[in-house]
């Protein structure tokens, strides 16, 4: 069975770090573009970070730029999703998602991807 399992998430105060990891499992997803949405309480899900098959683009929310990084094992088959300096408006549900198209770079839509995990929890208290 192919599939995408968070992890990591939990409860921090402001200006905690947490570090989100996607492991796949069933097929390798090492030629996908990977990424990581949000979805905060009462409101629609948002696109956060992407990065490439090769890892050599990476694309984020402007409201993470600077305090969260995306990187890629494709050995373990596993994204990771840094978060530094966390604010309580970053509360919400991270879900990491792999796209559909080989060898292709970063996506900011989700319907660029077909497969999603079943998300992690991240909150923030103030």
């Known amino acids: 069975q192919v599939q995408l399992v968070e992890s990591g998430g939990g409860l921090v105060h402001t200006g905690g770090s947490l570090r989100l990891s996607c492991a796949a499992s069933g097929r390798t997803f090492s030629s996908n573009t990977m990424g990581w949405f949000r979805q905060p309480p009462g409101k629609e899900r948002e696109f956060v970070a992407s990065i490439s098959w090769s890892s050599r683009n990476t694309d984020y929310a402007d409201s993470v730029k600077g305090r969260f990084t995306i990187v890629r094992d494709n050995v373990k088959n596993t994204v990771y999703l840094e978060m530094n300096s966390l604010k309580p408006e970053d509360t919400a549900v991270y879900s990491c998602?792999?796209?559909?198209?080989?060898?292709?770079?970063?996506?900011?839509?989700?319907?660029?991807?077909?497969?999603w995990g079943q998300g992690t929890q991240v909150t923030v208290s103030s």
């Open positions: 998602a792999a796209s559909t198209i080989p060898m292709g770079g970063v996506i900011r839509d989700p319907r660029g991807y077909n497969l």
